[in-house]
């Protein structure tokens, strides 16, 4: 009897039991926790560049290799949508993620430079302080997309919001970064972190979306797009690149919390406006004089060494100038759209180019 009570007590009191308050099941439990914790975690959020980093780690923890950042501001208002190809939510879910104390970490949380992370909070958090917060899709193996719509009367945001931070290297060759400590650069020093982990991109929604239509087009067949007979089974980062025409491409950007007139998904998808870089591509970098072998700093220099390959915004656009060029005696012979930009993709191993294939009109 004495052996069989203590094998129960045990059993009930293990550490994941005395933890855990429900199992919500794909993966996901909520966390035992007191009503200071729950209080403490309504102030975690004391700017907007706070509700940030936080978009950027739940992204990262889910295991996103790309995390594409559209945020602008209207008067008091600023609206964000992350999007990323981590593992995804299932849809029964979207709306417990933003409770207190649901996670999916239950035995790997993180403490990295901004703090602890995994305590299922984050979420819970930003949908405090926000006016608006939910996932707009997401589904198992298919990535997410978070909306958020702040006020700047609640949620308090630098007032230069349009300066870049300056990366430069000390006399000992460190790497420092320095400026307003804004929107952008919070998201540097974040993709600089986690070089290793992601890629981030940044921009306007409608930047945002056509990069999204790009990396789609980019990452998957033209056989695959042409026989996909439901965009929401694609991949979030890559069904922007299915659109058969702007107002699909609206409809799409529409699911992803992104809303852009036709108008716009128009000039997106005929080249009008060109795809992001990955934002470590399109910061300055600059050096000493003597550790420089060049008076020029240029971007490859140090962004060698961070993710494997990585080419010079310079050095793409000459290579993206004689693609055009060769595009014009293919486009020609086929009767092809001989204005379409190519797209190009630049990976840890490989290079990848294509081209639009659409009939000249």
């Not at 190809?85 to 029964?92: A, T, V």
């Not at 990955?278 to 910061?283: C, G, K, R, S």
Request: hydrophobic content about 40%; proline content about 4%.
């Amino acid at each position: 009897m004495g052996e069989e009570l203590t094998s129960f007590i045990d059993k009930v009191a293990s550490r994941s039991h005395l933890r855990v308050e429900a199992d919500l099941g794909g993966g996901f439990v909520r966390l035992r926790t007191d009503e200071a914790e729950r209080r403490q975690a309504r102030h975690d959020i004391r700017s907007i560049e706070d509700a940030f980093i936080e978009l950027l780690r739940n992204a990262r923890d889910a295991g996103a290799r790309n995390i594409f950042v559209a945020t602008a501001r209207m008067g008091e208002e600023r609206r964000t949508v992350v999007v990323d190809d981590g593992c995804g939510i299932p849809e029964r879910l979207h709306d417990a993620v933003f409770q207190a104390r649901v996670t999916s970490k239950l035995d790997t949380i993180r403490e990295d430079r901004w703090g602890v992370h995994g305590r299922g909070m984050a979420l819970f958090s930003i949908r405090e302080n926000a006016e608006e917060a939910r996932i707009a899709c997401s589904a198992p193996g298919l990535g997410t997309a978070v909306f958020v719509r702040t006020n700047v009367a609640r949620v308090k945001e630098r007032t230069d919001q349009s300066s870049w931070p300056d990366l430069s290297f000390d006399g000992e060759g460190n790497l420092t970064v320095r400026g307003p400590r804004n929107i952008n650069r919070t998201l540097v020093e974040f993709a600089l972190a986690e070089q290793d982990a992601c890629t981030v991109y940044l921009g306007s929604p409608v930047e945002i979306a056509t990069t999204l239509y790009a990396y789609g087009l980019a990452t998957t067949t033209a056989s695959a797009r042409t026989f996909a007979c439901n965009p929401a089974e694609m991949p979030v980062t890559k069904r922007l690149g299915s659109a058969a025409d702007p107002a699909e491409f609206a409809s799409l950007a529409a699911g992803l919390g992104i809303d852009l007139s036709e108008r716009s998904a128009r000039r997106a998808m005929d080249g009008s406006i060109a795809p992001l870089a990955p934002l470590l591509e399109t910061v300055r970098i600059s050096r000493p004089d003597d550790l420089s072998h060049k008076s020029e700093a240029r971007v490859r220099d140090v962004l060698g060494d961070m993710r494997s390959l990585r080419i010079s915004p310079q050095d793409l656009e000459s290579f993206r100038f004689r693609l055009r060029e060769a595009w014009q005696d293919v486009a020609s012979a086929y009767f092809l759209d001989s204005s379409v930009e190519p797209v190009i993709t630049v990976r840890k191993d490989a290079v990848h180019v294509s081209f639009p294939a659409r009939k000249a009109r």
